[in-house]
Nanobody
Framework: QVQLVESGGGLVQPGGSLRLSCAAS????????MGWYRQAPGKQRESVAT???????NYADSVKGRFTISRGNGKSTVYLQMNSLKPEDTAVYYC?????????????WGQGTQVTVSS
């Protein structure tokens, strides 16, 4: 069982920055690929930035060059640095841990953290 706890959301003006954090319980370093997703009101949840099982990163076109995903040394914490924020980035942001290898098929989500970009 993996528990994910996000933090760092809030209200920010357009052009501002926020850093989201996701702390995972348990040992996940080689078992799960972590990433960030978001869901805006009335829209489907979408991938924002993720690590692949090989450790490379993928970004949604809409955030490339503005958002950066990274992880802590122990690989049980993942961050999302968000710069040059736009009103269309407003959403609930969710941390995800997806099983790889023999853990494939396991899928865990955090409770979400609200990000609001508004003047």
């Amino acid at each position: 069982q993996v528990q994910l706890v996000e933090s760092g959301g809030g209200l920010v003006q357009p052009g501002g920055s926020l850093r989201l954090s996701c702390a995972a319980s348990g040992s996940i370093a080689s078992r799960y690929a972590m990433g960030w997703y978001r869901q805006a009101p009335g829209k489907q949840r979408e991938s924002v930035a993720t690590f692949t099982s090989g450790g490379s990163t993928n970004y949604a076109d809409s955030v490339k060059g503005r958002f950066t995903i990274s992880r802590g040394n122990g690989k049980s914490t993942v961050y999302l640095q968000m710069n040059s924020l736009k009103p269309e980035d407003t959403a609930v942001y969710y941390c995800n841990a997806r099983g790889i290898g023999i853990w494939y098929g396991q899928d865990y989500w955090g409770q979400g953290t609200q990000v609001t970009v508004s003047s």
